[in-house]
């Protein structure tokens, strides 16, 4: 028997990064305890507050979500579960469903948002219309957008979203590659807000690998849908199969990756750009058309056009 | 002795010596979960016979 390197206990868990075998109650704890650090750098996790917890179904949200819920019996905040449905079929409305066992098992409503009500279309219908980029490049900043609408509409203080270490890491990489520096000054642990214009966002799985959701999922007996994103593509595919290879390597590269990741942050500048207001949703922007709406209006001419 | 290498649905028998461990039996990485009857398990856990080790991929895209 492996014995649990904290407490002698029979070890289900090898962390290859710091050599430890863990127990499933030290493991559970390790991540909850690193969820927990997060929180209180974050500093909005309090009674009274109205937290929007970005849930997909998958394993990053279901943990997240969990976590929060069980420090909430202590907290007193109002957790407000929000499903952003993009419209992909045979994806995300199996998802859909596994969330909303998920919320009811945690006694909270989860609210939908979905692409198709809010812009007519969905991201099936987007795939293939313009040659020169795929569903993907769409996807995420309305998804952003999306959060942000549901953010304003339920009132809420922060938003929190699953990103892990690994995503930090994978972001900080890709900014990296292309000299994005006005990008690493905003990208940490928050996304800060603009009043009336940006709920911050904030990433309280950051100090937690994305395998240690999956694990943290299994041992607590969390549901979540086990199954990736069909339209997943991008430069972000091959960094994170890169960084993989890598850890399975040289143990411990994500974790320092993302913590590099927090230090610049600290060391640049803050962002100084001129944040606008969008003139045609009102939120914000860092020109006259916020991104969302301008490649809305560019799916909107495809359509016509096809 | 024989144990099971779980894929999706389907099982397939091996034929492995006593005291194998159920890291040896699968292929493990970064992107999934190891798991022996359908319990998250240590890579050095020794086998019994009959039991079921799967390698659950967790890391998607997306």
């Known amino acids: ?306 | 002795m024989f144990v099971f290498v779980k894929s999706g649905e389907r099982r397939k028998r091996v034929v492995v010596k006593a005291g194998a461990l159920a890291g040896s039996v699968v292929k493990l990485s970064e992107v999934g979960v190891l798991k022996v009857n359908g319990k998250v398990a240590h890579p050095k856990k020794v086998l019994k016979e009959g039991d079921v080790v799967e390698f659950v991929r967790v890391v998607y895209g997306g």
């Open chain 1, 1 to 306: 028997m492996v014995e649990c390197s904290l407490c002698g206990r029979e070890a289900v868990v090898e962390l290859n990064y710091n050599g430890f075998s863990l127990c499933e109650g030290c493991f559970v704890r390790q991540f909850e305890r690193r969820v927990r650090k997060a929180l209180r750098l974050a500093g909005f996790f309090k009674r009274g507050a109205r937290v929007l917890v970005g849930v997909s179904g998958g394993k990053d949200s279901a943990a997240l979500l969990s976590v929060l819920a069980k420090f909430n019996s202590r907290v007193g905040a109002v957790l407000l579960p929000v499903l952003v449905d993009e419209g992909i079929d045979g994806y995300r409305n199996k998802a859909r469903v596994t969330a909303e066992k998920l919320c009811a098992s945690l006694d909270l409503e989860l609210n939908v948002y979905s692409f198709r009500d809010l812009f007519g279309f969905g991201l099936d219908e987007v795939e293939g219309l313009d040659s020169a980029r795929d569903a993907c490049a769409f996807c995420g900043v309305w998804r952003r957008w999306v959060l942000n609408k549901a953010a304003v509409d339920l009132h809420a203080d922060a938003v929190v979203v699953g990103h892990n270490a690994d995503d930090v890491g994978q972001s900080f990489l890709m900014n990296l590659l292309r000299n994005s520096s006005s990008v690493l000054s905003r990208s940490g642990l928050e996304s800060g807000g603009v009043k009336g214009l940006f709920v911050p966002r904030f990433k309280p799985l950051a100090f937690n690998l994305e395998r240690e959701s999956a694990i943290y999922c299994f041992l607590r007996d969390i549901p979540f849908y086990l199954g990736g994103c069909p339209y997943y593509a991008g430069f972000r595919v091959g960094i994170k199969d890169f960084l993989n290879e890598v850890e399975g390597v040289y143990p411990g590269s994500k974790f320092a990756l993302s913590k590099a990741s927090f230090e610049v942050q600290k060391a640049l500048p803050s962002d100084k750009r001129r944040v606008f207001k969008c003139s045609k949703c009102g939120f914000s922007s860092s020109s006259d058309v916020c991104m969302a709406c301008s490649l809305r209006d560019e799916v909107g001419v495809l359509f016509k056009k096809g």
